[in-house]
């Protein structure tokens, strides 16, 4: 028997004239083939036979009067159900040529490397915090921090030990530290204090002409401080200035022809060994020199002559 196929779509939703004879409709999917609805034949119970009661055991009675048999009455006729409606198919998609996608290309070498390279960064952006330093480490901190004169920062150290209950010999060793740091910052802070009023009395004293007063205070100061580089720094220029007080009072000496005065201001001028002033003292030595040849020479006899 061949199957019916509509030109129209049986879908009343959809209702689109079909282009050609097909089975689905293109356009929503469903089956276009007219299906007959099926009856089912409904089955009537049997009947169920009357049973006629039971007759008691009594005395003979007088026969009664003839009645007329009941008529039965007819079953039910059997309401026929209705016709199940169709099962509707689901909407078939449209086969669409070329709605294939394509195969991945795979993952390349260098696309591995980049991601691998991002997530060490990121591990390395997030990865956990060092772990806390032990209270060994602590100690060791405050007491750098205390030899360095930052009492106030080994100070809080100490008390941030304390709070966190740091053992005894610990806390005992930083204290030790602090305390002998405190004594050498204050010595170290007065020191600091001394040498600047040294530096500006010294400088008072050369601006002055006083050199012997400039040296005399410096030496009072490494006494009691020690030397230093700047204590050797600011003695160079003191004894600079000694030794040009010496080279000016030899000049006097020899503008008087005094050769004593000229050698001796010339052999103290020396003592301070100041190559700054070498070539004025080797003037002056030459000078000395052509004093003594004169004296000589008017001491000889018969200069006068």
Not at 178 to 190: E, G, H, Y
Not at 231 to 252: G, R
Request: charged share 20%; with cysteine; net charge positive.
């Amino acid at each position: 028997m061949l199957e019916t196929v509509n030109d129209v779509c049986i879908n009343a939703a959809c209702g689109r004239t079909l282009p050609l004879r097909v089975a689905h409709c293109p356009f929503c999917g469903a089956r276009q083939i007219a299906q007959a609805p099926v009856l089912e034949k409904a089955v009537a119970p049997p009947p169920v036979p009357r049973m006629p009661p039971p007759v008691p055991d009594a005395p003979p009675t007088p026969a009664p009067m003839p009645q007329p048999a009941p008529q039965s009455v007819p079953a039910p006729k059997p309401v026929p159900p209705a016709p199940a409606a169709p099962a509707k198919a689901p909407p078939a998609k449209p086969v669409v040529k070329g709605s294939v996608p394509p195969p991945r290309p795979p993952v390349r070498l260098r696309t591995w490397i980049a991601a691998a390279v991002v997530l060490t960064g990121i591990w390395f952006f997030n990865k956990p915090a060092d772990k806390p330093a032990s209270v060994a480490e602590q100690v060791e901190a405050a007491t750098a921090l205390a030899a360095q004169c930052d009492l106030d920062g080994a100070r809080s150290a100490l008390a941030v030990l304390k709070s966190a209950k740091a053992p005894a010999a610990h806390l005992k060793r930083l204290q030790a530290s602090i305390t002998k740091s405190a004594a050498a910052c204050d010595r170290q802070q007065q020191r600091a204090q001394a040498w600047t009023a040294l530096q500006d009395s010294v400088s008072q004293a050369l601006d002055g002409g006083k050199p012997d007063l400039a040296a005399t205070r410096l030496a009072a100061y490494v006494k009691r401080w020690g030397d230093d580089p700047d204590t050797l720094e600011l003695d160079a220029k003191v004894k600079v200035a000694l030794a040009s007080a010496q080279l000016d009072l030899a000049d006097a000496c020899l503008a008087r022809s005094d050769r004593v005065c000229l050698e001796n201001s010339l052999i103290a001028a020396e003592r301070y060994k100041r190559p700054e002033l070498a070539a004025r003292t080797q003037t002056l030595r030459t000078a000395l020199s052509q004093l003594l040849e004169r004296s000589l020479l008017d001491a000889a006899p018969g200069a006068g002559q």
